[in-house]
């Protein structure tokens, strides 16, 4: 399954999971240290617990979260991993920083397929620099003859999004 996928498949699960396990528990905030993420709690559940659990959706959007766990059912161990990882840093971000990356998302997947790609792989390669390394990198020619204002942007407000503080 591409990267790009596991990502749709991310935040598809990740806001109406959430909600719904939130609402069940009652309990604001983050889940208390030690204890497992949603996916990985999702993923423990005996699969007729899971069902009732899923089932307190409504229809069209339990049948969509069944399908985005089944999807995420095929996926490699290491791409569960990364995708929990991934998952549980969005989980500790605030809100307002969580639509940021929704909205980053968003504008990653309204460009051309070519330029997705390039960008995407960019993404890849900032998140492996320290903050210094990326620093040099937008400051950089390179940088700014290979991307668009709107690329530029898009890496740069990313970077923001990896260097917030948490909670």
């Known amino acids: 399954m591409s990267l790009r996928r596991r990502s749709a498949l991310f935040l598809a699960l990740a806001a109406p999971l959430a909600a719904l396990l939130a609402n069940a528990q009652r309990r604001p905030g983050p889940p208390p240290k030690g204890r497992p993420n949603l996916v990985d709690r999702l993923r423990a559940m005996p699969p007729a617990e899971r069902r009732r659990f899923l089932d307190r959706l409504p229809p069209d959007r339990r049948k969509q979260a069944e399908d985005r766990m089944d999807q995420f059912d095929r996926l490699t161990p290491e791409e569960q991993q990364e995708l929990a990882r991934r998952y549980e840093f969005f989980q500790k971000l605030p809100p307002a920083r969580q639509e940021e990356a929704r909205r980053l998302y968003r504008d990653l997947n ?58």
């Open 110 to 167: 309204a460009l051309p397929p070519e330029r997705h790609a390039a960008v995407r792989r960019e993404l890849d390669q900032l998140r492996a620099m320290s903050s210094a390394e990326r620093a040099t990198f937008f400051r950089g020619r390179a940088f700014k003859s290979a991307y668009n204002r709107k690329e530029r942007s898009l890496l740069e407000d990313y970077v923001s999004l990896l260097e917030a503080p948490l909670r």
